[in-house]
């Protein structure tokens, strides 16, 4: 069974830091995806990571995976009140092969940003 | 495009109802997906389709769940009866089927809230 961890499950930070969320899987994937989920709101799609140390960036988000250490990071850099959200990974089980599969999310991280 | 759409947005029925939550994927995508959220559980994936087809039904929590897809821009869930313990956002998405270099993102809809009372 395919397994997702993300830490931490909350977070709440001042505006102008960094910091990093994690994401753990258990099994071999293609596919890594980051969401944000605003109160409410649907999920909003941020990255989709393909290959090992692919690196993406959306202005102060970046994102990273490392398939051999099935780990990977979302960086959030000099934060913003307008980040505070719930930031989801997921993992596409699909293995190899082609075509595409249902995902597996972590429980989401609840990044509070405060002025 | 109008991206996924979904109804009802919000659904409050009483045990024991029917309930039917409809749901047009992205114009031209092979996928279509079925996810529930709930505080406890989180997000789950119930059902899955690829050109209307369903491909892993595994996570349908019960036989009072059912998912159909009849052509390319409509798919329905239902359940019956309906129970307080159903009570979730069921969010529908779609995606393209992906290549071997490329692959692009899941497109959710706005959700369907559903309470069960």
């Known amino acids: 069974e395919l397994k997702v961890e993300q830490n931490p499950l909350f977070l709440s930070m001042q505006e102008g830091k960094n910091y990093t969320i994690y994401c753990n899987y258990s099994t071999t994937s293609d596919r890594l995806y980051w969401y944000r989920q605003d109160p409410g709101k649907s999920l909003e799609s941020l990255f989709v990571l393909l290959s090992n140390g692919a690196v993406k960036q959306e202005g102060r988000l970046m994102a990273s995976l490392d398939t051999k250490a099935r780990l990977s990071t979302l960086h959030i850099t000099a934060a913003v009140h307008d980040l505070s959200a719930t930031y989801f990974c997921a993992v596409d089980s699909t293995y190899s092969g082609g075509g595409a599969d249902g995902l597996t999310f972590g429980k989401g991280t609840h990044l509070i940003i405060q002025p | 495009d109008a991206g996924v759409i979904q109804s009802p947005r919000h659904e409050v029925t009483e045990m024991g109802q029917e309930v039917t939550l409809r749901c047009k994927p992205i114009s031209g995508h092979d996928y279509l997906f079925w996810y529930r959220q709930t505080m406890m559980r989180g997000l789950e994936l119930l059902i899955y389709?690829?050109?209307?087809?369903?491909?892993?039904d595994s996570g349908m929590p019960e036989d009072r769940f059912s998912a159909k897809m009849p052509n390319a821009s409509f798919s329905t869930l239902k359940i019956q009866p309906s129970e307080p313990r159903d009570s979730a956002v069921y969010f529908c998405a779609s995606s393209l089927y992906p290549s071997s270099t490329w692959v692009e993102t899941q497109y959710f809809g706005p959700g369907t809230r559903l309470l069960v009372l």
């Open positions: 389709f690829n050109n209307n087809v369903p491909i892993d």
